[in-house]
């Protein structure tokens, strides 16, 4: 065998180990054991957009789907939104009963801003069962924090608007209240779809 040969299959060989590695990492990073569940997430008390209290014990028994963001977001947060609206529109058309145990939950980093009307106002241009939520900036910070993400607040350079750095992922929560795996941004909404249909029936199973 020639040396040319030779060297192509082992950079073959070691492409493979990479891209197997790559691999491995991203699903231990979406597909977490048990164990590692366990710390990510924890309970909150917030308020909707009428002022009541809302805290993690008021979904027990359904699944959420959170989203942490603001309205003053330019791009990145309407279109998220979107796509849980456009996931959770098409699973209602192909499993209805598990689309109607889903709670889409939208809660503000910026509570600064984002008042009750303004999120009231926000909201309705999504799914019309997306709730969302708002809390002091402590408490938000505090939640996000405990889904292993942070959140900052950039000082625009012209005096515009602030802008909030924020995490970018949606996370699903089982029926008990605990995390069971997240949606990155190159995870459209057919893939939520079926992600949902999959993961969502074997936390009751």
């Not at 990479?18 to 924890?42: D, K, M, N, R």
């Not at 309205?71 to 009963?97: F, I, W």
């Amino acid at each position: 065998m020639s040396w040319h040969k030779v060297r192509n299959l082992i950079l073959a060989s070691v492409a493979l180990l990479c891209l197997g590695f790559t691999g491995a990492v991203v699903y231990s990073l979406i597909y977490l054991p048990e164990s590692l569940q366990a710390e990510i997430g924890g309970p909150f008390a917030l308020k909707d957009t009428n002022g009541r209290e809302v805290t993690d014990a008021s979904f027990l028994g359904h699944h959420l789907l959170i989203y942490f963001g603001y309205t003053y977001c330019p791009d990145v947060c309407p279109t998220r939104l979107q796509e849980m609206t456009v996931a959770l529109d098409e699973l209602e058309s192909r499993d209805p009963d598990l689309a109607a145990e889903i709670v889409p939950l939208f809660v503000t980093v910026d509570p600064k801003r984002d008042t009750a009307a303004a999120l009231k106002a926000y909201a309705a241009h999504f799914h019309p069962r997306l709730q969302a939520l708002r809390g002091s900036e402590a408490e938000v910070v505090d939640l996000v924090g405990s889904y292993q993400g942070y959140v900052k607040y950039l000082s625009a350079e012209d005096g515009a608007d602030y802008l909030v750095d924020h995490p970018a992922y949606v996370y699903l929560v089982g029926p008990e209240g605990r995390y069971l795996t997240h949606f990155t941004t190159f995870q459209g909404p057919e893939e939520m779809v079926e992600r949902l249909l999959r993961l969502a029936p074997d936390e009751g199973g």
